[in-house]
């Protein structure tokens, strides 16, 4: 005789029926705050940038950066390198912001970018790669609400080349002060989106 009692598998259906439906606020990654440097921890960006020849040239225009080594390639081309080169300054800001993301997306203010030193040359087409050395952290002495960190950043070619290193140091909120949610991730206002109010 065959059982036809599925009381049992209709009850799991509407539980998973219900769990299906149910909808919630999660949070996303909201960025490192003070209390979660420690000194020698190693951040690897994520994503790598293939540098390309319009990324050169608007910034070189929008920085009135006037070194032919980045927009004349007939001059480029007679020095020893061949062709042009990426900005610099260029390489700087992509190597900063691409370490935003692990070091100061909770940052209050840059204190400073010590140590810049460019080791080889970046052309265009080249894939840049970021990472992250925490090499100090202190208490602030004048802001209670914040933190001192200090990184090396380092960028890399797709031949694991270093082609630049700095060190920058932002002052960080720590986390009882910023009092993140799922509702106000870093950078939203309150009040914005989906709030909990309307999942109910």
Same mark, same amino acid.
């Given at each position: 005789? /065959? +059982?036809?009692?599925?009381?049992? %598998?209709?009850?799991?259906?509407? #539980? &998973?029926? @219900? ?37 050169n040239v608007w910034f070189t225009n929008v920085s009135m950066n006037l070194n032919p080594m980045h927009f004349n ?12 080169? /990426? +900005?610099?300054?260029?390489?700087? %800001?992509?190597?900063?912001?691409? #370490? &935003?993301? @692990? ?98």
């Open positions: 005789m /065959v +059982d036809t009692d599925n009381s049992d %598998a209709d009850d799991e259906d509407a #539980s &998973v029926q @219900d769990d299906a439906n149910s909808r919630q606020l999660v949070s996303g990654w909201q960025g490192r705050y003070y209390e979660d440097f420690d000194v020698g921890d190693i951040y690897k960006h994520p994503y790598g940038r293939t540098v390309t020849e319009t990324d390639e007939a001059y480029a081309a007679e020095t020893e390198f061949g062709e042009r080169l /990426v +900005d610099g300054t260029y390489v700087i %800001a992509l190597a900063v912001g691409m #370490s &935003v993301i @692990d070091v100061s997306q909770n940052a209050t203010a840059n204190l400073g970018y010590d140590d810049i030193r460019h080791h080889a040359p970046v052309f265009h087409g080249d894939t840049i790669f970021a990472e992250s050395e925490v090499v100090d952290k202190r208490e602030s002495e004048s802001r209670d609400h914040v933190g001192i960190v200090t990184t090396e950043l380092r960028a890399y070619n797709q031949h694991d080349e270093l082609v630049l290193s700095l060190e920058r140091t932002p002052m960080v909120l720590k986390r009882e002060h910023a009092q993140p949610s799922a509702a106000t991730p870093p950078g939203w206002i309150e009040g914005v989106g989906t709030q909990p109010e309307d999942l109910d």
